[in-house]
């Protein structure tokens, strides 16, 4: 018998949308994920999976920007509503938008926390009483398959699987190899960034006095553990301004500041603008 190694390449974006696509053309969806947390981004903070938080199918896109309200209705509803349902379990459901779309919804929960979404459709639900939709939409709607609610079945538990093993990945050992308290303290703090932890919070972890902790901490990384926790929650903090059209103070929050002011004031130190004008910049960039 004889045995050749499989060498994984590195966990980049290019890997993972690939899986993302395979997964789309078995099972004939369309996947968005919503990185709740900015835990997706390499380590300058950029985005691994740009423009998948935008659902793409057509019947999504086409006219969101233009027909009066849509673009708002959509954000509250799968920004605001499908997360608030997701963050109370993970077990996964479907949603019927305004518009009667329906989609899988798979919260994926790691760490004791809703950290993603994934969401796979879309199907002909039922059109709403009372909603006038356009024409080119309904021409949309009207070829649109129905949910076969066993096969999505299987396909929440592989977005479930993925989406978790996604979130391990990003949480393995540095390549320095065993475990240290190098990388125990970088873990902790990625893992945990957008919580309200501090370094009391650590050093209960590494059963030690907080001095202690905070010395250990400045002699493993160099710097200081707030200075660590602030430098992870603004790349965060830039990924989400890129990937998302969420409100200003809904970043602060999701990145782990209570205070929106506070958050500004500290994006602005480090990046030289504020959040709304770096988005903005971003936007007619790309424009």
């Given amino acids: 018998m004889k045995f050749f190694s499989c060498k994984q390449a590195e966990l980049t974006g290019i890997r993972i949308e690939q899986a993302l696509r395979r997964i789309e053309a078995q099972f004939g969806v369309a996947l968005t994920v919503h990185d709740l947390h900015g835990r997706l981004g390499d380590p300058h903070g950029m985005p691994l999976l740009p423009g998948r938080h935008l659902h793409p199918h057509p019947c999504c896109t086409e006219g969101r920007q233009t027909e009066p309200g849509w673009n708002r209705r959509c954000s509250l509803e799968c920004f605001g509503s499908a997360e608030q349902r997701g963050g109370t379990s993970p077990e996964p459901f479907f949603k019927e938008c305004y518009k009667g779309l329906r989609e899988l919804v798979v919260p994926i929960h790691y760490g004791n926390s809703h950290q993603m979404t994934i969401f796979a459709g879309v199907f002909r639900g039922e ?150 004008q770096y988005r903005k910049q971003s936007a007619s960039r790309e424009g």
């Fill in 127 to 276: 059109l709403p009483d009372g909603e006038k939709l356009p024409e080119y939409f309904l021409k949309r709607y009207e070829v649109l398959p129905e949910a076969d609610e066993a096969m999505l079945a299987d396909l929440a538990e592989i977005l479930r699987l993925f989406g978790t093993g996604l979130l391990r990945e990003f949480d393995r050992e540095e390549p320095s190899g065993p475990a240290t308290r190098r990388a125990f303290i970088r873990r902790f703090i990625r893992n945990r960034a957008h919580e309200n932890v501090t370094l009391e919070s650590l050093a209960a972890e590494l059963f030690l006095s907080v001095s202690r902790a905070g010395h250990l901490v400045r002699e493993q990384t160099g710097s200081t553990f707030a200075q660590l926790l602030e430098e992870e929650r603004m790349l965060r903090a830039r990924h989400l301004l890129l990937e998302t059209p969420r409100k200003l103070s809904d970043i602060a929050a999701a990145v782990g500041y209570s205070n929106a002011c506070y958050f500004n004031r500290l994006f602005t130190r480090r990046f030289g603008v504020s959040p709304g």
